[in-house]
């Protein structure tokens, strides 16, 4: 029997936790592996037995939610970080996203959204709430004639700027190969070369990278 991908939860409001636990815990897919509501307890769960998974909230009693996803990255951990916040200020979503998170809710998503999300997460995706999204599509600016040659100097072809951006609006895999009309498979490959032309490891860091490069062309209409 296959097992389902484990799930750590750092959240330290008793409400809050409780509802995303049994969100996690009634899931035919998921597996909830812990429960943390302070940072001291977290960071020792994901170092005694690393989850597939990290899902934590920025703002904790005894530190934050980023300092955890940065430890995932130190740590060379294959552990994906998703933060689920009230906070959808520009600061902690770009603070989020460069210290390698793939997934950025807001804690006023639904039941069914947050388990679809993390699933999404697990497969490639990279969810991110509509609010957030637009912080994204703020900071990334068109691409001038200046910003083209560093395209070009990274060696991103236009297919893989299309898919990029796609990627930046936080389509899956899927939903990038669908609209391209390509495969998943071709996705991957272009995900791949994109990562290592890049020099990043995840989705988050290349949409950072490509933010700081000015690389994408994106519409906001």
């Known amino acids: ?92 979503v770009f603070s989020a996203i460069e210290a390698g998170a793939t997934g950025y809710l807001l804690k006023d998503s639904d039941a069914e959204g947050i388990a679809s999300a993390i699933i999404d997460l697990i497969a490639g995706g990279s969810p991110i709430s509509p609010a957030i999204a637009r912080h994204v599509l703020k900071r990334l600016t068109p691409v001038s004639n200046d910003n083209q040659q560093t395209a070009n100097q990274c060696g991103l072809t236009k297919r893989e700027r299309e898919v990029l951006t796609l990627l930046a609006k936080g389509l899956s895999y899927a939903e990038v190969a669908t609209g391209l009309e390509v495969s998943v498979g071709t996705i991957t490959t272009h995900v791949k070369n994109i990562y290592r032309k890049l020099a990043v490891r995840s989705r988050g860091e290349a949409v950072f990278e490509a933010m700081q490069q000015g690389l994408l062309n994106i519409s906001t209409q």
Do not use: Y
């Open 1 to 92: 029997m296959e097992t389902k991908p484990n799930i750590l939860l750092v959240e330290d409001d008793t409400a809050t936790r409780n509802r995303l636990s049994k969100i996690i815990e009634n899931h035919s897919e998921l597996s909830l592996c812990g429960a943390a509501a302070t940072h001291a307890d977290a960071h020792r769960l994901l170092l005694a037995d690393p989850p597939r998974v990290l899902l934590t909230d920025i703002g904790l009693p005894d530190g934050s939610g980023i300092d955890l996803i940065n430890t995932i990255k130190k740590q060379g951990l294959t552990t994906e970080a998703m933060v689920i916040t009230v906070f959808a200020d520009e600061q902690h």
